[in-house]
Every structure is written in structure tokens, then in C-alpha cells.
């Protein structure tokens, strides 16, 4: 298995993180990682959000290891250091949604190869929450899942959302949907935005660790997305949408601060989830995981118990 880079500086994970290439079924070449832990009780598979990368998660590694858990995540395709379908790399794009489960396979490949230590337990966040419903329909081997904000829906108005459906269709129909959504910028901005217009956390620390990621290694970012991007995701929400919950036993975190994922189809689903609970964290904003400690150590200890309870 092929080395890839890591960037353990700013990732401050535990020790030992590695990545590696895995080659998807379509032939696309993605980077893979983890941390090995020995000791643990099983591994968590992290699904990522949207522009998101594997060194964005060191911190929660750390705090899952201290929890008993091993960690290993992938960068999904079009973003992170994994193969871009474009030749704008700052743009988000994909070709169709169910190729992200070609990436889910290459990772619980990965994950054996290297030894990751079962059971297997999912946490997914936002972007990572769609594909992780997705893939618990197609029988993703875990024992237990948490979703964190996930994307079973897209906030804005009705207006707006009809604006970009409309557009997006058009954009597939005559071809340019490979176009960036207007508004967007193929520009890594995280690092520039103020902490005061962020919408991802309350912690002026954390979001300093967000955004010295990308500054230190702009070739992890990711800018706005493209036009078939948006029209994939808005088909597959509507999709998921009317298919039944599995029965994974499920633990979900929603903000009341949540601004970028739509609570209402969270809320929705998790009322018909067989086993399954939603928990609404007070003030939380969309990156739960990353805020202050007195927000984000309950929930990395109902996680904890979460998937202990289901070994």
C-alpha cells in the first residue's frame, strides 16, 4: 500500500497518524488514514463533511483513542487530497452521488487492510451524514452510527431552493452544470472568514485550528461547489427522504445554532428511526464536535456509550 502525505502538524491527532492511496472501483485514486491504537474497543469510521479532509479530525481521534476507539477516515472524491473530477481543484464536484459509495468501500477496504480493529462503529458529519445514511441502507458493517448535522436536507428559503433546483436542472440538461453555483468561488475562504461570521462553531480556538489548516496547507481546501454538485445532492436528500430509517442503532446531534443543514428533515427522520435518538444540543452551531469543551465533551461521551453499548 502506497504512502500518502499527512500532515500530522496541524492535524494534532494522536500519535502515529499515517495515509495511505487506495484506488476506488472507478479506478479513482483517494487518500485513506488513520491512527492505530492497539488497545482499542473497535474503530470509528469518520465520514466526512463537504470540503472537509482527514487532518480536520485529529482532534476528535484524540478524544475518541482517550474514549477507547481507533479512528480512520477518508477524503472523499473532489476534495481533500483525493482525486478532483475538474480542473478547477477548488471546486467541489461530483458526478453522481452514488459514486461516493464507491469511496465507503475503498475506506472499509482500507480499514481491513491495515488492520483497524472490529467492530466497526460510523460517525458522519453533514456531507458524511448523507453518504452515511446512504450506506447503513446498503448495509455498512457497523455496529451502531451517530450522525453529527447530518445532510438529509440543505436550509434556505423556498424561494432560494427552488431558484437553485430550477438552475441546476437547466445547468444538466444543456451542459453546464460542471459550472460553479453563481455566488460561489472556487477560493478557499475559511482561513480569511472572521470568527464572527462564521456558522461552524462558538470557540474562537477551534476555529483557529479550522482555519490554520487550510492556511498552512491551502491544497486541503476546498472552495463553493458546482451546479451538478447541488442538483446531486438535492435529488439524493429528496430520496433519502422517502426511504425508511435502518435499524443501526443511532445516536443524532443537532444545534439549535444550526444554519446549513435542514433541521426539520433531521427532525423528521429521527422520529421515525426505530432505535433510534436525537439529541438537540443548545447553542450548538454546525460543528458540534468543534467547539468549547463544555459543548462537545457530553457528546463525545454519549458517543462513547453509544457504541459501547452495542459491541
Given amino acids: 500500500m502506497q504512502a500518502a502525505?499527512?500532515?500530522a502538524d496541524v492535524a494534532e491527532g494522536p500519535d502515529g497518524g499515517v495515509a495511505h492511496w487506495c484506488k476506488a472501483a472507478d479506478g479513482l485514486q483517494l487518500r485513506a488514514g488513520h491512527w492505530p491504537f492497539t488497545a482499542a474497543r473497535g474503530t470509528v469510521l469518520l465520514f466526512t463533511g463537504r470540503t472537509e479532509f482527514i487532518e480536520k479530525y485529529g482532534r476528535v481521534a484524540r478524544e475518541m483513542q482517550q474514549r477507547g476507539f481507533a479512528l480512520a477516515s477518508i477524503d472523499w472524491r473532489g476534495q481533500g487530497l483525493s482525486d478532483r473530477m475538474t480542473d478547477d481543484r477548488g471546486m467541489g464536484h461530483v458526478e453522481a452521488f452514488g459514486d461516493y459509495q464507491k469511496d465507503v468501500a475503498c475506506l472499509i477496504d482500507y480499514a481491513r487492510a491495515v488492520g483497524m480493529p472490529e467492530p466497526y462503529y460510523l460517525i458522519a458529519h453533514s456531507l458524511g451524514g448523507g453518504i452515511g445514511l446512504r450506506a447503513l441502507m446498503e448495509d455498512l458493517p457497523v455496529n451502531a452510527a451517530v450522525f453529527s448535522a447530518p445532510m438529509w436536507?440543505?436550509?434556505?428559503?423556498?424561494?432560494?431552493?427552488?431558484?437553485?433546483?430550477g438552475l441546476s436542472s437547466v445547468g444538466r440538461r444543456?451542459?453546464?452544470?460542471?459550472k460553479l453555483v453563481p455566488g460561489q468561488t472556487s477560493e478557499i475562504t475559511l482561513g480569511e472568514t472572521p470568527?464572527?461570521?462564521n456558522e461552524l462553531t462558538n470557540d474562537p480556538e477551534m476555529y483557529n485550528y479550522m482555519q490554520e489548516q487550510v492556511r498552512q496547507h491551502p491544497e486541503l481546501g476546498l472552495g463553493g461547489p458546482s451546479l451538478r454538485w447541488v442538483n446531486e445532492a438535492l435529488w439524493e436528500t429528496r430520496r433519502l427522504s422517502a426511504l425508511p430509517s435502518p435499524a443501526t442503532p443511532t445516536l443524532t446531534f443537532l444545534g439549535t445554532d444550526e444554519t446549513i443543514v435542514d433541521p426539520e428533515r433531521i427532525k423528521a427522520r429521527m422520529e421515525k428511526w426505530p432505535g433510534g435518538n436525537l439529541t438537540i444540543v443548545p447553542g450548538g452551531k454546525h460543528e458540534m464536535m468543534m467547539d468549547a469543551a463544555e459543548m462537545s465533551t457530553p457528546i463525545f461521551d454519549a458517543m462513547a456509550a453509544h457504541f459501547a453499548a452495542h459491541p
Avoid: K, M, N
Avoid at 153 to 165: M, Y
Avoid at 174 to 178: H, N, Q, S
Fill in 195 to 197: 470568527f464572527d461570521e
Fill in 5 to 7: 502525505p499527512f500532515h
Fill in 153 to 165: 436536507g440543505i436550509q434556505g428559503s423556498l424561494s432560494l431552493r427552488s431558484f437553485v433546483w
Fill in 174 to 178: 444543456l451542459g453546464f452544470d460542471g
